[in-house]
């Protein structure tokens, strides 16, 4: 079935870095599709991260990861969250997303494929 799958997540020090990768099986190809990157620290409410257009334009970067964090899509439609210089704060369980519906969104109620999550912790 249809469906997108992440990678990547760990445990690291503050100011270390980790990269996330995101990728679409069951026939689902990521080519034309927004996508985005959101997370949801335990007792908190879940939150954009990173998106990008169907044409492959970073279209939101949350100001708390603005600068450390960057997202991108290769040629073969892997989605990928390059995390640097990472902080407590950033412990969440990240999730990747992709909608065909629209060409641009950073709100969750667009997006109709969401990923299992995986968990990144940063702690000392």
């Known amino acids: 079935q249809a469906q997108v799958v992440e990678s990547g997540g760990g445990s690291v020090q503050p100011g270390e870095s980790l990269t996330l990768s995101c990728a679409g099986s069951?026939?689902?190809?990521?080519?034309?599709?927004?996508v985005g990157w959101f997370r949801q620290a335990p007792g908190k409410e879940r939150e954009g991260v990173s998106c990008l257009s169907s044409i492959d334009s970073v279209t939101y970067t949350a100001n708390s990861v603005q600068g450390r964090f960057t997202i991108s899509k290769d040629a073969s439609n892997m989605l990928k969250l390059e995390m640097k210089y990472l902080r407590p704060e950033d412990t969440a369980v990240y999730v990747c997303?992709?909608?065909?519906?629209?060409?641009?969104?950073?709100?969750?109620?667009?997006?109709?494929?969401w990923g299992q999550g995986t968990q990144v912790t940063v702690s000392s």
């Open positions: 069951g026939g689902l190809n990521l080519d034309g599709y927004a």
């Open positions: 997303a992709a909608t065909k519906w629209y060409s641009n969104s950073v709100n969750p109620s667009q997006y109709e494929y």
